[in-house]
């Protein structure tokens, strides 16, 4: 007989129907995770495209490898004497305005879950939408989309700052056995 408040889940539409129709009083909220995640594929697969669009043989091996270089977040990157994944990141972003615009719409979006209060988030939310659809890239467009359809979730975590990081964790322990 818990009083159950808020819900976190990722963003696929069987989760928040279930949670809808067995909590109808909690609040629904998007992990953060799976936020990331799910921007992370939108950039990998503007990489993919773009990478098959190349005809140059210079820019395809500056743009080889940099699929995960994209995905991590820049305080991660390596940078010792043997290896420079920072330059190597910031060669492939000069080399492509697309996908340096998209990388750092990556970035801002991570920065989402550190406003001051759901006001500001929700101003934040709506400014980062709004660039990217003047990016002008389709997957940035696609990502503002369901960003904002998803909108009243994101902001609950200002309510409820849930993650489902543990059930994540246990999950791959048993996918790992």
């Not at 369901?146 to 200002?158: F, I, K, Q």
Request: hydrophobic residues 40%.
């Amino acid at each position: 007989k818990a009083q159950i408040v808020a819900a976190a889940t990722d963003m696929a539409g069987g989760y928040s129907a279930a949670v809808m129709e067995h909590l109808p009083k909690a609040a629904l909220g998007f992990d953060r995770f799976h936020v990331v995640k799910l921007m992370n594929e939108k950039l990998s697969d503007l990489r993919r495209e773009m990478y098959h669009e190349l005809t140059d043989k210079l820019h395809r091996k500056v743009l080889k490898g940099t699929r995960y270089l994209l995905m991590m977040n820049p305080e991660n990157l390596k940078q010792n004497e043997k290896v420079d994944e920072r330059a190597q990141l910031q060669e492939a972003l000069q080399l492509n305005e697309s996908l340096s615009i998209a990388y750092y719409l990556k970035e801002d979006l991570r920065q989402f879950w550190n406003q001051r209060s759901r006001p500001a988030a929700e101003k934040y939310l709506d400014a980062w939408c709004r660039r990217a659809d003047a990016s002008g890239i389709r997957q940035m467009q696609t990502m503002a989309k369901t960003l904002r359809s998803h909108r009243t979730g994101l902001l609950n975590w200002y309510d409820h700052p849930l993650s489902t990081g543990p059930l994540e964790g246990i999950n791959n322990k048993i996918g790992a056995l």
